[in-house]
């Protein structure tokens, strides 16, 4: 009896130690199961025994040209195993067999998952977008009451102007917004338009960035509204706009852009991309420069005007002139290649700008391939003088043939 007793006791403290050790691992597990990746070529249901604590997840299956609605269908058929779910990653890059019916078991996935407050979808170069599948992907988004990151890729997709209009329902608890809708050559005016109308509504973003890289369609008329509502989105922290190869852009939309700058008081980073907006004339950028004089919080801003060959020394000067009001700046990057007729004139304003920035510590400025001589190089030279925090510097003046001399004192 002692010796059964001496074991049924021998045994009980097993069994214990045993649960001990399962309960940390079963603790180990949730946490290394907290951030999931996988490949959507090598998934089977049974991967996910701990999916009820997956926080974050990344589907990966970019440049899979097997990829097909029905393989979709198998993986959303999973996801309502992820009730803790928060952060979620699709990249469906270059995935040309996704059709409309793939598109809509996304969303229908999707809005089963009430607790995520970050999406990330990548559909360029899927060539089978359609706007019926945008439109309930756009519908499931807008019932997720936490959701504050949406990062949506569309380039070189065949989305239109119905699908951006799906789009631009508002999210009203968003906070950070970036749609990349680079060379998707149907969008219009007409598309654009309605989407920077309802801007309006996301009156919580913080951040916001739209790629309408070489859309060659939109022109002034779908750019305006965006200028008319971003005073609106007076919580803006960080901006990014990207109308490079737009060459239908005059200054209407620009001029409008840069009134509606005025009301952004906490932007602290704006990045602006006007690259080969060949149209854009010296009243939009005198009007883009009046606003940014009054974005006092600004400690970053790039703004690229190469190739921008109907800018001259009059707007340039504007430029130059309303940087100098920007003294919380600490990173500036200024991009003028290929601009013939901005001269030593155009330039000097800069300079003498510059020279008010003290708090800069990095400084790019690039004019290759332009007119800029030693009178302006030399003025640039002065103002370094002042950036006593300054540890980074590009100038780029590559092939000026009015530049016989350069140094800097």
């Known amino acids: 009896m002692r010796i059964a007793g001496k074991r049924l006791q021998e045994q009980k403290k097993k069994n214990k130690l045993t649960k001990k050790m399962n309960w940390a691992q079963k603790v180990d597990n949730q946490e290394q199961a907290r951030n999931y990746n996988i490949h959507t070529n090598y998934f089977c249901s049974s991967t996910f025994k701990s999916a009820h604590f997956i926080h974050e997840l990344e589907f990966s299956s970019e440049g899979s040209h097997e990829f097909t609605d029905t393989r979709l269908m198998n993986l959303f058929g999973v996801l309502k195993k992820f009730s803790s779910l928060q952060n979620i990653s699709f990249r ?6 996704i059709q409309a019916k793939g598109i809509c078991l996304l969303g229908e996935s999707i809005k089963r ?7 990330n979808i ?33 380039s070189n997709s065949p989305i239109n102007d119905n699908g951006l209009i799906h789009l631009s329902k508002p999210f009203k608890s968003l906070k950070s917004l970036t749609l990349n809708f680079e060379e998707c050559a149907q969008i219009t005016d007409i598309g654009a338009t309605r989407f920077n109308r309802n801007l309006q509504y996301l009156n919580q973003l913080e951040e916001l960035t739209l790629i309408f890289m070489l859309c060659n369609k939109i022109r002034d008329e779908g750019i305006q509204p965006l200028g008319q509502n971003l005073k609106k989105l007076n919580q803006l922290k ?76 009059q707007g340039f ?93």
């Open 238 to 313: 960080r901006m990014k706009i990207d109308f490079s190869g737009c060459q239908r852009l005059q200054e209407k939309g620009i001029s409008c852009f840069g009134q509606g700058l005025q009301g952004l008081v906490q932007l602290q980073i704006l990045d602006l991309n006007l690259i080969d907006c060949r149209n854009l004339t010296d009243q939009g950028i005198t009007d883009l420069s009046e606003g940014l004089k009054h974005l006092t919080s600004l400690f970053f801003l790039n703004i690229s005007l190469c190739h921008c060959i109907s800018i001259t020394n």
């Open 113 to 119: 998952l009430h607790l995520l407050t970050s999406i």
């Open 317 to 409: 000067t504007k430029l130059g002139e309303n940087i100098a009001h920007l003294t919380s700046l600490k990173n500036l990057n200024i991009n003028l290649t290929s601009n013939n007729q901005i001269t030593d004139p155009g330039v000097i304003p800069l300079a003498e700008g510059i020279a008010n920035l003290t708090l800069i510590q990095q400084l790019s400025i690039q004019f290759d391939h332009s007119k800029i001589g030693n009178n302006a190089l030399i003025q640039i030279g002065e103002a370094l003088k002042n950036l006593q925090s300054l540890n980074e510097l590009n100038l780029a003046f590559e092939q000026y043939i009015f530049l016989k001399h350069y140094y800097f004192y």
């Open 122 to 154: 990548n559909f360029s170069w899927c060539a089978g977008i359609s706007q019926d599948g945008l439109q309930v992907l756009s519908s499931s988004l807008k019932k997720l009451l936490y959701l504050k990151t949406l990062n949506i890729n569309f």
């Open 92 to 97: 469906f890059g270059d995935c040309y067999q």
